[in-house]
């Protein structure tokens, strides 16, 4: 199947951890320990995601190894309409929603969506969410819809929460979702870790503590 996308740019995070030095300080996480659900509704389509750099072009960047980016599709497509268009995307302005209880520890807002195509490489990550789980792992979310986000920083926040909307922001070409498992708050400092998900579909089969990965569709069980 072709698929119509502009997607192509992610965060390009350049910092002294991507050049390979560790964070001696930092907790080591290698995965969630925490039970995670899907943080949306209905079936996304995995772009990047993956453990190998052909599957999940984030590899090669230890501050977002293991990272995420989804978006919506139908007929082989992730839009309808004018490209140049935020709304012609299937998954702009769709709810992100809290993949398990967590406090939230960043939230930024006030980042313009990008005309599709262009990028904002000075706000890399663009209204961005940063969760806390109990068990002290951090989830990334961003890319997320100027004036969409419903929580604030310090909010607790419980599995299946609405928490803002997909959007546009930040280094991104279209609407989509990045998605990551990391050890600490700021991505500049942090090491990625694979994020597992308890329970989903991907494409169409019920998969348990499943790391989804490029071309999958994914989809919470009811």
Same mark, same amino acid.
């Given at each position: ?10 965060? +390009? ?15 080591? &996480? ?18 990047? !995601? ?16 293991? +990272? ?31 993949? %398990?209880? +967590?406090?939230?520890?960043? +939230? ?38 100027? !004036?969409? &986000?419903?929580?604030?920083? !310090? ?10 909307? %997909? ?9 989509? &979702?990045?998605?990551? &498992? ?9 090491? !990625? ?30």
């Amino acid at each position: 199947m072709r698929y119509l996308f502009l997607l192509y740019v992610g965060l +390009a995070i350049s910092s002294a951890n991507a050049q390979g030095e560790s964070h001696i300080a930092d907790p080591v &996480l290698k995965r969630n320990t925490t039970p995670m659900d899907l943080p949306f509704k209905g079936e996304w389509f995995v772009f990047w !995601g993956g453990e190998t750099e052909v599957l999940n072009y984030h590899m090669a960047d230890v501050n977002q190894q293991f +990272a995420y980016d989804i978006l919506k599709v139908a007929d082989g497509a992730s839009y309808s309409g004018d490209p140049l268009n935020n709304d012609s995307y299937f998954a702009f302005g769709a709810e992100i929603l809290a993949p %398990c209880d +967590a406090n939230v520890v960043m +939230a930024v807002d006030g980042v313009p969506d990008n005309v599709p195509g262009e990028t904002n490489p000075i706000q890399l990550t663009g209204n961005t969410l940063v969760l806390k789980t109990a068990a002290g792992e951090f989830i990334l979310m961003c890319h997320l819809k100027e !004036g969409s &986000l419903v929580v604030e920083k !310090g909010d607790q926040i419980h599995k299946g929460q609405v928490l803002a909307k %997909c959007g546009n922001s930040g280094n991104s070409t279209e609407p989509h &979702l990045h998605l990551q &498992l990391q050890n600490t708050r700021d991505i500049h400092q942090a090491t !990625g870790a694979r994020l597992l998900f308890s329970r989903i579909l991907v494409n169409g089969t019920p998969r348990e503590e499943y790391m989804p990965v490029k071309e999958d569709y994914i989809k919470s069980i009811d």
